[in-house]
Every structure is written in C-alpha cells, then in structure tokens.
C-alpha cells in the first residue's frame, strides 16, 4: 500500500511541476529572482561550510536554530526557484541545477517506499531539521545543556554545548544520561568547569558529575565518575 501511496504522490508532483511550468506564465521580476538566487547559493555555501567545521572540529553556529534557518532557507530556494524565477537570469547550468533540484520532496518521498529504513531515515532526518530539541536543561552565556532528537530509534540523548563567540562546540554526546534526570548544578572554577546532573527513578537515585578542564592546547577532557573512563576531544 506504501508503494502506491509513495507513487501517486511522485507521480502528483512531478506532473504538477511539469503543467506549472508549461502553463503558467506569471513569473517573478529579474531583479528579485536575482536576489533569491544569490540567497540560494550563499546559503548552499554555508551549509557546505558549516559542514566542514562541524566533521573537522565539532563546530557549529551558536544557536539551536540558526544552522538550521541557513539549511531550510537553501532547501526553499533550491526547490521553488525553477518555477517562480524569470527565465532571463538563468544560464544553461543553472536551469540544469534548479531544474534537478525541485525534484527533491519527490527523492524524499520516495525513500519512504523502502520498507522500515526509509520511514526511519525520513522521519529522522525531518525530526533532526524542524525538532532538534526536546527539552534544554540548563543555558547560560558559556555553555547550553540539552536533550537532542537523534533518530525514532535512538530517541533522544543528552549533548553538551560549549559557546564561542558566533560558534559553538559539541563537547560532550551521551545517551545514558538522559533518562530520569531530575536536576542540574553546574560549578565554574577559576580552571574547570563543574557539571552535577542529579537523576531520579521509581528504584534508584543518582548523581553524576562531569568535570570540563581546560588545557594548553584548548581541548577538552571530558570525565565521567560514575563509570570511570574519560573521552577526549581535540
């Protein structure tokens, strides 16, 4: 049934675009196609660029939804440029690109007809874009404490987010902490950084303590004393 729901609604939409294309003329003026198509393209490169930072150094933009604002503002271009933008100001190439581009919903779509996989990555992917937090612990001007929606598998899971001035490090990712935590205490030292998460349970009470300290080099250990063992990240 999943087939023929995924087929109807690709079929729809590509036919859609196509009598949209052939038949209706009203087109956006040069000059504000102009515009958002250097919005689309300068997004695009920020979102490749943000890309980078976050694969290299675990560097994202300071806020929950500001990355998320550049991918969706990309998304909207990319998708309805071809046909709302006058064709006066779009080169062979960029005809090619737009044109390929619309088609995306239908990609989209259409992984939802491979069974279970597709609904999880669709599903996920979407949860991760338009609901990436489920509840933020603690936030102050130096670091933000969260609960983040990883996938309708995983659930959620707790993250840790150091601030930089326009940037912010992920400095901690763990799934144990998430359940049942009750409260929140943190401790700034003149060398570290105190985290006290306290957790509550219909059978067990718990504390656990992080400590983020700050080295020469500008990495930061992160300890976990409840199950002795220590992450590093450069």
């Excluded at 059978?203 to 300290?213: D, E, H, P, R």
């Amino acid at each position: 049934m999943i087939f023929l729901h995924v087929g109807i609604f690709v079929f729809l939409y590509i036919y859609g675009l196509y009598l949209w294309n052939k038949k209706i003329i009203w087109r956006l003026n040069a000059k504000i196609s102009r515009i958002i198509k250097i919005i689309h393209f300068f997004t695009l490169a920020l979102c490749f660029g943000i890309a980078f930072l976050n694969y290299k150094f675990r560097l994202d933009l300071r806020g929950i939804w500001t990355t998320r604002i550049i991918i969706i503002t990309a998304l909207i271009t990319g998708i309805f440029f071809i046909s709302l933008s006058h064709k006066s100001i779009i080169n062979k190439f960029e005809k090619i690109y737009f044109r390929l581009f619309s088609y995306f919903p239908a990609v989209v779509y259409g992984f939802l007809a491979i069974p279970f996989l597709g609904v999880v990555i669709v599903i996920s992917l979407l949860g991760q874009l338009i609901c990436p937090v489920e509840k933020i612990y603690y936030q102050d001007n130096f670091i933000r404490i969260q609960s983040s929606f990883m996938s309708v598998l995983v659930g959620s899971h707790l993250d840790i987010f150091e601030k930089k001035g326009i940037f912010e490090k992920h400095i901690f990712h763990d799934n144990t902490y998430i359940v049942d935590l009750d409260s929140i205490k943190i401790n700034y030292d003149s060398d570290s950084t105190r985290i006290i998460l306290f957790r509550q349970s219909r059978t067990n009470n718990s504390i656990n303590k992080i400590s983020l300290k700050k080295k020469d080099n500008d990495s930061v250990k992160v300890i976990n004393l409840k199950n002795e063992k220590s992450n590093y990240y450069k």
